[in-house]
């Protein structure tokens, strides 16, 4: 009887299998083509039995017992549809948007421009290479700031800070940060750096985006000086429906497991130097300075913070829109780092590196973030919409920096335990901000809307201020280090405290104007117009010196013993060296800058092929003064000069989901503000100075890319690109008459050239996004070279002339590799993403020496985020970043046996290891809830 049930089972097991059947298909937005990414398809008699759509838009509904079968498709913000399947044959839902009339105003429900189908859409139909960054992929991406979401796009790198080893500036297509420009809603925005124009992109939270765009090539309504390439941080736009979402998530560093983190009281630090308070012609005196900052505290790093929040409605018949958003974040960042100073030998022709010192550095930082912006629109009718967008950053860093010097020179005798230590703590207080309000108008007029206005009106600031930085040295002379103990005394100069801060100040006015020439079969749309910017920049510096003394032991006031005289910092009692301290320095000067530019070009439709030529204008006048007048420098400066930058885009579409594209621009780049200051800073064999007959780069650059959609949210592309660079501007030495000048010059031409692949494809609940990158640059420079004076009976043994080298463009990496692997469950709301990020060797530092230039390894990447989402909106999130803890190597790629005495010398590579950071993992988890 068992196997006569056992039987009956099996064949009714295997009938049902036989009988069962599946219905498979797509949904997609029936006006764009969009695969939509968690509609849910059911059965109408049977609701519960149901799918969803996978990131391809796909779906398979399984176990159907019969046809035809009627379903209903949902999704929100989307009309309801019922279907028939009559059959298994693959369907294909095309779902309509709701849509809500304002009068003769349709506006639909699903115009977002923040998903990966939208971010493919636009560099599809961008008339320039564009790569696009959706806010969804930055959602659930591992990136909290705006430089990590960036160094996932294809040929783009970004230069990490040493302190805490996340990504501050972005490097495009191997082009130094100086190549390229930072947008916020396509205005550009003034840098903080109180020498340089490029943005940290650090500074902004990558939250608040709508989507982030990277133009890799310019067209003539684009501002010129970007020959690497343009970055646009797009903020969030008001939603056609009331949209709410908040998000609070802590963290950790894992570095901070294992060691303390180093603090100081913040509250403590005056934010005016002396002679700011009291005047120049105040003498001052310790009693100005608080010695409560020099006092360094340690224990546990506190928890991470995040939060955030977006608010976004349209009012009064939806003609108003709101959007109004912020973020906080407070993180605890910090690294470990063996530093190995160095110089080259120039007691002989050798040309080889010396390890000067050994130095171990312990780096603790808070850093806060705190964005908010805030965008109103308002609909006068359909041909008139007025904007008003503000935007407020703010970035702060307390830093203490511990670090540990042996002396490799002099009093090294390993053998003996013997050698020198030198002991330095920096306190830092940095502060950073970025605001800017725009005013726009879009206006359209004629027939079918032919003539288009735009304008704007900007004003924008960036400051930055580093109030009472401080530092303080002391030092040991260790002798029979195994028998005896360490003394720590104080040194001669034992403290310093400098104020340093600039302001940027820009007023900028834009007016565009397109008039649709022709709109049948040939469609010609001409446009023009215009943009003047003024700017404003202020920079302030000064530096007190202390020594160290004590009333009681007169003469012994650089040698207080810790123990004895001292336990902590601020109880090191000082005199100043400088009671007027150093205003006179070159880094208190003014600049401003007024930039001039107007533009015509011709965009013609023919069929499948477009092309667009066009001319833009831009007069420049820049100038500086020096605060402080010098003897003997020009104190004031001024260089002014009119580029013609033409363009030329042609794209040839051969099927709808296809681009071929080819272009050719002409851009420039600018001298930085403080580059043309005739500064000069002394240092032990020779001078840096600044450079005011420095010429502006010119640069000719060429683009080929080829571009294929399989689907609306997926991308296959490959391109080539050139560029010749006239006049850039690289630092070099130059020799003369008695003296040794390090400065930034104009070095000839350069070239810089390399190929890009980029692929983004989905699979139901898998995908993957995946771009590589080769750059490959030639810029010949002057190097010093040490040889053999061939006079024997000269006292100089060793001369030095000026030689030329060949070498890549600073900060370029030959490989780039980016790979991220996607999955998405809709059905039980799973998201998951592992991110890879490798960038090859790249040149990190140009050495004053002939082959001595200072290269930083390859390194990789690696991090995951997941999140699991409710029905109840309520989503739960994780993020973890640098899971390898992959450190950060800098190395020379000669060695020197006379190195390897020095402690913990190690040979990388065939070189000789300059630098090892060790920057921990980051762990986030947190909540986010969408209304």
Request: overall charge positive.
């Amino acid at each position: 009887m068992y196997r006569i049930c056992l039987f009956v089972a099996a064949e009714l097991l295997c009938f049902q299998c036989l009988t069962a059947q599946s219905v498979k298909g797509v949904v997609k937005d029936s006006l764009t083509g969009e695969e939509l990414v968690g509609a849910v398809i059911c059965l109408k008699e049977n609701p519960r039995v149901g799918v969803s759509t996978g990131l391809d838009g796909s779906f398979m509904l399984a176990d159907v017992s019969r046809f035809p079968v009627e379903l209903v498709c949902r999704y929100l913000g989307y009309g309801e549809k019922m279907v028939t399947a009559i059959g298994n044959a693959p369907l294909t839902l095309y779902l309509e948007p709701e849509a809500v009339q304002i009068k003769e105003l349709t506006v639909y429900g699903n115009n977002a421009r923040n998903t990966e189908t939208s971010a493919r859409s636009i560099e599809k139909n961008a008339v320039n290479a564009l790569n696009v960054v959706s806010a969804k992929a930055i959602e659930i991406s591992p990136d909290i700031t705006v430089a990590n979401v960036v160094q996932r796009i294809s040929g783009v790198t970004v230069e990490r800070s040493s302190s805490g080893g996340d990504g501050q500036y972005a490097v495009l297509r191997g082009m130094d940060m100086r190549y390229s420009y930072t947008l916020i809603n396509g205005v550009k925005i003034p840098s903080p750096d109180n020498k340089n124009r490029f943005v940290p992109l650090d500074i902004f939270p990558s939250e608040l985006l709508d989507r982030l765009e990277v133009s890799k090539s310019i067209t003539a309504d684009m501002e010129g000086d970007a020959t690497g390439g343009a970055v646009n941080l797009v903020m969030k736009d008001a939603p056609e429906k009331r949209q709410l979402t908040l998000n609070l998530s802590t963290g950790y560093n894992a570095m901070f497991l294992d060691r303390d983190f180093y603090s100081f009281d913040t509250r403590a630090v005056v934010r005016q130097s002396p002679y700011e308070i009291y005047g120049e012609n105040y003498s001052a005196k310790s009693g100005d300075f608080n010695a409560k900052v020099l006092k360094m505290r340690s224990g546990h790093a506190p928890l991470n913070f995040f939060g955030g929040f977006s608010y976004g409605d349209r009012l009064f018949r939806r003609r108003l829109g709101i959007m109004v958003a912020g973020s906080f974040q407070n993180s605890y960042r910090g690294s470990n780092s063996l530093y190995f100073g160095n110089t080259v030998a120039t007691s002989d022709a050798s040309n080889l590196p010396v390890l000067t010192n050994k130095n171990d550095r312990s780096y603790s930082e808070r850093q806060t973030r705190c964005g908010f912006h805030a965008k109103l629109d308002f609909r006068f009718s359909p041909l008139h919409k007025l904007q008003w967008y503000n935007a407020f950053m703010d970035f702060g860093n307390a830093q203490v920096r511990d670090n540990t010097k042996t002396e490799l020179n002099t009093g090294y005798e390993p053998e003996k335990g013997n050698f020198n230590l030198g002991f330095d703590t920096r306190f830092r207080l940095a502060h950073q901000q970025i605001i800017n309000s725009t005013l726009k108008g879009t206006h359209c007029f004629l027939g079918n809307e032919s003539l288009k206005i735009d304008w704007s009106a900007v004003y924008s600031r960036a400051f930055n201020e580093i109030p009472d930085n401080s530092s303080v040295y002391t030092g040991a002379s260790v002798r029979n280090w195994k028998m005896g103990s360490v003394s720590v005394v104080t040194t001669p100069y034992g403290a310093e405290r400098r104020w340093e801060h600039n302001d940027d100040r820009d007023w900028a006015g834009y007016l565009n104007v397109n008039y649709a020439l022709l709109k049948d079969i040939v469609k010609l749309d001409i446009s023009a117009g215009g943009m003047y910017r003024d700017k404003l920049r202020t920079s302030f510096y000064n530096d007190y010196l202390f020594i160290p003394y004590d009333e009681s032991k007169p003469s012994m006031n650089s040698n207080l013993i810790k123990g004895t005289d001292w336990n902590d910092y601020s109880e090191i009692k000082f005199n100043i060296h400088n009671p007027f301290g150093s205003t006179g320095n070159q880094l208190n000067y003014g600049a401003s800058e007024k930039i001039a530019a107007a533009y015509g070009q011709a965009k013609l439709q023919l069929d499948r092929l477009q092309a667009i030529l066009g001319l833009r204008i831009e007069n420049t006048n820049q100038g500086y003064n020096l605060k402080h007048p010098i003897a003997g420098v020009k104190n004031t400066g001024n260089q002014q000069y009119v580029d013609y930058l033409p363009c030329l885009h042609l794209k040839y579409s051969p099927l709808n989901s296809s681009n071929i594209r080819a272009s050719y621009s002409k851009s420039l780049n600018r001298p930085g503000f403080f580059e043309i200051v005739p500064y000069q800073i002394l240092n032990e064999d020779y001078t840096e100075r600044g450079n005011p007959e420095l010429k502006h780069t010119v640069a000719h650059n060429v683009d080929f890319r080829c571009e294929y959609f399989p689907r609306p949210s997926e991308q296959i592309m490959a391109g080539l690109f050139y560029k010749r660079l006239e006049n850039p501007i690289e630092y070099g030495i130059l020799a003369e008459g008695q003296g040794t000048f390090y400065q930034p010059v104009n070095f000839g031409d350069a070239d810089n050239y390399g190929a890009e692949i980029d692929v983004t494809l989905y699979f139901h609940s898998f995908g993957i996004k995946a771009n590589y990158t080769f750059t490959q640059s030639k810029i010949t420079t002057a190097k010093l070279f040490n040889y053999s004076n061939p006079d024997p009976a000269s006292s100089e043994k060793i001369l030095v002339k000026n030689v030329k080298q060949t070498r890549p463009l600073n900060g370029q990496a030959k490989h780039v590799v980016n790979l991220s692997l996607l999955y998405r469950n809709t059905k039980n709301g799973w998201d998951g993403q592992l991110a890879f990020s490798y960038t090859g060797d790249r040149l990190y530092a140009v050495s004053r020496y002939l082959d001595n230039d200072i290269w930083q390894a390859g390194y990789l990447q690696t991090d995951i985020s997941v999140e699991k989402k409710f029905k109840s909106g309520i989503v739960v999130f994780a993020k973890a970043t640098g899971l390898l803890n992959t450190p950060t190597v800098l190395y020379l790629k000669k060695q020197n046996p006379a190195n390897e005495k020095a402690r913990d010398y190690e040979i990388y590579g065939n070189g000789t290891l300059i630098r090892r950071s060790y920057y921990g993992q980051n762990i986030q988890i947190g909540l986010r809830y969408k209304l």
